[in-house]
């Protein structure tokens, strides 16, 4: 049972306006990623983290920025939103572990609309 | 450019047949491959995966085909439910588990009862 959790589900805010999309997850796990996604596009990786205090940006570039203070929590920032940042984030985390499945635990995700 | 390609952005099938969902890739140096499930409103949800060495993976009614030389997979479920209306997204990576995971756009299954 993947428990990994995102908040808010769904935002709408005027365009200026700093954003934080928050992501929690219990199960220990090492990596974490956000990605970003508009219907019917592949998801796009914008951030990862291997752990505590490691942050890189992914493939797409993006404005926003992140943190990885503790191991279960990593928040992304926008620090003044566009219209162009609407979209959907989704937030995942995997074990550090071998390769091989490694598959990714995603959360619900957040709808994100920028007026 | 896209590494991962799924060229059917949608597939009907009536209930009880086979689904087959098609994806296509240009990075040889992928060694694992992934199908994740998405329903609406919710995120990815890991269904079945194959490593590059081998050419099938089952899992109960998901099978996942692995053709290396055509750099080409395939997904089938057998027989197809309604509840598997989602939408399947083929993802692949490289062989360490640094590696980052690469996803296609994506097809939205309809099973018809």
């Known amino acids: 049972e993947a428990d990994i959790y995102q908040t808010p589900r769904y935002l709408v805010i005027g365009t200026g306006k700093k954003i934080t999309l928050e992501c929690s997850q219990t199960?220990?796990?090492?990596?974490m990623y956000w990605y970003q996604q508009d219907p019917g596009m592949e998801l796009h990786l914008i951030h990862y983290?291997?752990?505590?205090?490691?942050?890189e940006k992914g493939d797409l570039s993006s404005e926003s920025t992140v943190s990885r203070i503790r191991t279960e929590h990593f928040p992304l920032t926008l620090e003044s939103a566009r219209p162009s940042h609407t979209s959907q984030y989704l937030c995942?985390?995997?074990?550090?572990?071998?390769?091989?499945?490694?598959?990714?635990?995603f959360g619900p995700g957040t709808r994100l609309t920028v007026l | 450019d896209q590494q991962v390609k799924q060229n059917s952005p949608s597939l009907s099938v009536q209930e009880g047949r086979i689904s087959i969902l098609n994806c296509d890739y240009t990075?040889?140096?992928?060694?694992?491959f992934l199908w994740y499930k998405k329903y609406p409103a919710e995120g990815p949800t890991f269904l079945i995966s194959i490593s590059s060495i081998k050419d099938k993976n089952e899992d109960g009614r998901f099978t996942v085909f692995l053709n290396k030389s055509a750099k080409h997979l395939s997904l089938h479920i057998v027989p197809s439910q309604p509840g598997d209306s989602a939408v399947y997204f083929c993802a692949a990576r490289g062989a360490t588990s640094y590696d980052k995971v690469i996803f296609g756009p994506g097809t939205s299954l309809s099973v018809i009862p």
């Open positions: 995942a985390s995997s074990t550090q572990g071998l390769a091989g499945r490694n598959e990714q635990f």
């Open positions: 983290s291997y752990g505590v205090n490691s942050t």
């Open positions: 990075n040889s140096m992928f060694d694992y």
């Open positions: 199960m220990g796990h090492d990596k």
